[in-house]
């Protein structure tokens, strides 16, 4: 057979099978109004489905917790780049508000970090950062971003709350581009130790579940 007289019986074919699946289609549209819109009455009632809605966006008491980091902080750092050495210490502020009617807890922080420099000595740099936390309630989860001036990435995370210890805890993703990691787990936990007083803890997960890699204590501002 030649090039040419392939090619028709492939397009004949082709044809065929189109026109095979357009009278299925058709058929199986038919049924379908026979059937009186078997799939069109399965869809679930409006009425339940903008209840299901105003539920998940609505604040409730998982969102009160967030009221309890709204003020202005002093912060205490603490950094560990080895374990086997004592942590770097630096100070901050931090002043987190309500936002989207009690929705998310905004924060925004300033402070001093230490820094490795071109000669891969440690310094003091500005550091400032800004994250967002909230809860949601179709996931069941609190949830929370955060940004700074030492990343060009957004880290996210989300996690639970357990009020015997008064902990939220939480996990997210972290690059580590020195170390070409990508996509380790890091463990993020936040507890109350009173009203007027919180101490945030970050561990690196790829390195050790209890790896604490800072810490941060939050102290009421007079």
């Known amino acids: 057979m030649t090039r040419k007289t392939l090619y028709l019986c492939g397009l004949v074919a082709t044809l065929a099978v189109a026109c095979l699946g357009g009278r299925a289609w058709s058929q199986d549209d038919e049924k379908g109004k026979k ?65 989207l009617d009690g929705r998310f807890l905004h924060e925004d922080f300033s402070g001093e970090v230490m820094y490795p420099n071109a000669k891969g000595e440690m310094e003091k740099r500005p550091f400032k950062g800004s994250g967002m936390t909230g809860y949601d309630n179709a996931k069941n989860l609190y949830v929370g971003t955060w940004v700074d001036n030492m990343n060009t990435g957004i880290l996210t995370m989300s996690g639970s709350y357990n009020p015997m210890t008064k902990t939220m805890h939480m996990f997210g993703k972290m690059d580590d581009v020195g170390m070409g990691i990508y996509g380790k787990t890091i463990r993020y936990e936040s507890k109350f130790v009173s009203d007027d007083k919180h101490v945030f803890t970050m561990y690196d997960c790829h390195a050790g579940v209890d790896y604490k890699v800072m810490e941060i204590t939050y102290t009421r501002a007079k």
């Open 35 to 99: 059937d009186g819109g078997a799939e069109m009455s399965a869809m679930p009632d409006m009425a339940e489905m903008m209840k299901k809605y105003v539920a998940a966006a609505t604040p409730g008491p998982h969102h009160k917790l967030l009221e309890r980091m709204v003020g202005e902080w002093n912060t205490k750092s603490k950094m560990w780049m080895d374990p086997s050495a004592p942590p770097s210490e630096t100070s901050g502020k931090s002043v987190c508000k309500l936002l």
